[in-house]
């Protein structure tokens, strides 16, 4: 399996910003997707997560913000990012995993995309 995201680049604070994920080979029905996130000097920290019911989860710092949805037709994965915020600057990474739990925690999944630069500026 292999993710390639596409989407990032660099906005105002309050603007927007759609990060799509494309999956090559097996992404089954059965497997969480998810995106993570790593900002300057922080640790990795999971963004959103969708399971295979149909359940997402989201960080609280971005609920109400950030939407996270596939199409499974076509393999892909996005994160819609509304309001941004210079919080929100860091480099995003698309993640799947058959673990079966969807929790927000790089333990559970284990396919990742190289990522994608997001930079928010004030």
């Known amino acids: 399996v292999q993710l390639v995201e596409s989407g990032g680049g660099s906005v105002q604070a309050g603007g927007s910003l759609r990060l799509s994920c494309e999956a090559s080979g097996d992404i089954y029905s059965t497997y969480c997707q998810g995106w993570f996130r790593r900002g300057p000097g922080k640790e990795r920290e999971g963004v959103a997560s969708?399971?295979?019911?149909?359940?997402?989860r989201y960080t609280e710092s971005v609920k109400g913000r950030f939407t996270i949805s596939r199409d499974n037709a076509k393999n892909a994965l996005y994160l819609q990012m509304s309001s941004l915020k210079p919080e929100d600057t860091g480099m995003y990474y698309c993640t799947a995993g058959s673990s079966g739990s969807c929790l927000l925690s790089p333990a559970y999944f284990g396919y990742w995309g190289q990522g994608t630069q997001v930079n928010v500026s004030s």
């Open positions: 969708i399971a295979p019911n149909g359940i997402l």
